[in-house]
């Protein structure tokens, strides 16, 4: 059974960086798509980054590229989010996914992922 439990949330000021950790467990996940997707009150869960373990290829969402990195430690079994450039608007809860399916083909389709973790809380305050 997988598991996927998320840390690092927090509050920050505008400009300052977060590190979000999701540690994975109950699976080899070398074929698996890992994603970090966020969501706001009303609004549906949209897809921020992601990373193909096996390959480490990334994917960003045009709103984070170049501030946001997605990185996997092997040994550890945990996806890490690098967030740096905070602005407000990246305010919202932070969920890991993951696709068993994603090295066959990438999506950024939250219902695609069958793995979800708790959620961690990312306010920023301008």
């Known amino acids: 059974q997988v598991q996927l439990v998320e840390s690092g949330g927090g509050l920050v000021q505008a400009g300052g960086s977060l590190r979000l950790s999701c540690a994975a467990s109950g699976r080899t996940f070398s074929t698996y798509a890992m994603g970090w997707f966020r969501q706001t009150p009303g609004k549906d869960r949209e897809f921020v980054a992601g990373i193909i373990w096996g390959l480490g290829r990334t994917y960003y969402a045009d709103s984070v590229k170049g501030r946001f990195t997605i990185s996997r430690d092997n040994p550890k079994n945990t996806v890490y989010l690098q967030m740096n450039s905070l602005k407000p608007e990246d305010t919202a809860v932070y969920y890991c996914?993951?696709?068993?399916?994603?090295?066959?083909?990438?999506?950024?389709?939250?219902?695609?992922?069958?793995?979800w973790g708790q959620g961690t809380q990312v306010t920023v305050s301008s």
């Open positions: 996914a993951a696709d068993s399916t994603g090295l066959v083909r990438f999506t950024t389709t939250p219902s695609s992922y069958e793995n």
